[in-house]
């Protein structure tokens, strides 16, 4: 059986995963347009649908096999940096649309990355496995992340309430 400083993390890693690639088939239209700003030219039609699709593979992965499911998050958030920093590179303002949960607001490349870095050392911490929490009850810790999550989604919706009413 997985230790829960392994299957905690890699828990975390897919619903944030499944959450992005939910957000992308859900708004098709502001997924195409937050893509288009990353110059992906002919292979457009082709990332609009793999992203989402990898996003999805990789989350199951990581319920299954939460190990491997962070080494393929791993991969896959190297992949996205690589577009970030592709993307940004040659623009004066450095502003990407962030697509990342259905939006198209921009954000700097800078904060793209550190974000895709945020979810990369969720996946180093599965990798470490049972060693480096060994003392940590998983109820308690799964707690936790339960309500960071939804206290993240709750600002996160709150921010954008708070851009359509300013709008108005």
């Not at 999550?149 to 108005?168: E, M, N, P, Q």
């Amino acid at each position: 059986m997985t230790e829960a400083s392994t299957t905690i993390p890699a828990l975390a890693l897919a619903a944030v995963l499944t959450y992005a690639a939910i957000t992308k088939v859900v708004r098709p239209a502001e997924w195409s347009t937050a893509l288009a700003g990353y110059r992906f030219g002919r292979a457009e039609p082709l990332m609009r649908g793999l992203v989402p699709a990898s996003e999805a593979a990789v989350a199951a992965t990581c319920v299954a096999s939460p190990v491997l499911g962070a080494r393929l998050a791993l991969a896959l958030l190297a992949a996205m940096a690589v577009a970030v920093l592709r993307a940004a590179r040659g623009r004066i303002d450095g502003r990407l649309p962030c697509g990342c949960f259905g939006g198209t607001a921009e954000r700097s490349a800078q904060a793209l990355l550190l974000r895709i870095g945020a979810l990369g050392g969720v996946a180093a911490v599965t990798l470490a496995g049972p060693g480096l929490w060994s003392d940590v009850e998983p109820l308690p810790a799964l707690l936790v992340l339960v309500g960071v999550t939804v206290a993240g989604a709750t600002i996160g919706l709150w921010r954008h309430a708070s851009k359509d009413f300013v709008r108005r």
